[in-house]
């Protein structure tokens, strides 16, 4: 079959969902979704809550960085307009007959101030600024799940209008959830699923497939890997993995976070310039500290470029359809040099 041209249907084992890797509609026109840019933000915004100056406006901080000089750097505050209330006691789930049931909103919901610049993008982070956001989401995540009203905690980052970026400034966001979302249950299950059959972590399997075929890998250093997944379910969808086997984020060797910095900072830096600052989510997927020896499950950090648009046919089949080539977008970041 000739690649370049024909149509594959492949399957996502991780996710257990089917992509159809179609290159040619690359060539259809009107596929790529718009960047979703705002205009270029001043480094100071008397009406944005996270700028320096304007604490006021985000009172609720919850944890801080301090620089030499005494002022913050990165700060974590309560969400103004939360998905859930963080004051009450979640009750048991109601059963409301055929139409579901129901669990009081009660979690936490934080937002994660990258910094004091409302300007400050993806290529002006250094290594050291990546490592302390890095550090605050570890830090936060480990404070959520000490609550024993938490059950799941996603960390996630929005940039950009076509990503759900309501806010210009970089930032973050952290949920907990007094439930387990449907997704990750599904995905554990066929995670376990496949670890009962093989006695062995999946992740661990597909890293070593990828480190063995080549063709994939954007990234990589002593601890870390990043690549394209063989069914991306997106042009330039990207995971990174820590080579040892974990399944919880926070619970990283500490020699580790400086290279998970060095890895994500450098993905990141090739997808802002390849692709001209596109809209991106990043998700980290992780389990909890009390599940980190859990053997079936592997934790990684998803980045997905807003590029392509999902429609009717994403919808009502629950496929994707790609209209790059997992290894060709892998080549073009692999080699794009970062100035």
């Known amino acids: 079959m000739n690649v370049q041209t024909m149509s594959e249907i492949r399957h996502n084992r991780l996710t257990n969902e089917w992509v159809i890797v179609a290159p040619e509609r690359a060539s259809r026109g009107g596929n790529l979704a718009s960047s979703g840019k705002l205009a270029e933000p001043p480094a100071y915004l008397a009406t944005c809550p996270f700028c320096a100056g304007n604490e006021a406006m985000s009172p609720d901080e ?31 789930a109601e059963n409301c007959g055929a139409i579901g049931e129901t669990v009081n909103g009660v979690g936490l919901h934080e937002v994660i101030v990258e910094g004091q610049r409302h300007s400050l993008t993806v290529n002006l982070f250094s290594i050291e600024h990546a490592r302390q956001v890095l550090e605050v989401f570890r830090y936060r995540f480990q404070a959520f799940y000490a609550d024993p009203r938490i059950h799941h905690v996603i960390i996630f980052k929005n940039h950009g209008l076509d990503a759900g970026a309501s806010q210009q400034h970089p930032h973050s966001q952290i949920v907990g959830l007094p439930i387990v979302p449907g997704q990750i249950v599904d995905r554990l299950e066929n995670m376990r699923r496949f670890y009962n059959a093989s006695r062995r972590c999946m992740a661990c399997a597909i890293i070593a497939e990828e480190q063995a075929h080549g063709a994939r ?34 619970e990283q060797p500490e020699e580790t976070w400086r290279a998970l910095a060095q890895i994500v900072h450098t993905v990141l830096l090739k997808v802002y310039g390849l692709l001209g600052d596109p809209p991106f989510n990043l998700v980290v997927r992780s389990l909890g500290p009390d599940e980190k020896h859990t053997p079936h499950f592997h934790w990684y950090i998803s980045i997905v470029p807003r590029v392509n648009k999902t429609a009717g046919f994403e919808l009502g089949t629950g496929m994707y359809v790609n209209p790059s080539i997992p290894d060709t977008c892998a080549q073009r970041l692999r080699e794009f040099a970062l100035g």
Do not use: M
């Open 62 to 92: 919850q944890y801080r960085c301090s620089g030499p000089d005494g002022h913050w750097t990165l700060r974590s505050v309560t969400n103004k307009f939360s998905v859930l209330s963080p004051i009450g006691q979640v009750d048991l």
């Open 217 to 250: 890998i954007v990234a990589e250093n002593v601890h870390f890997i990043a690549f394209i997944p063989y069914a991306a379910l997106s042009p330039y969808h990207l995971w990174i993995f820590p080579k040892a086997h974990g399944a919880c984020f926070s």
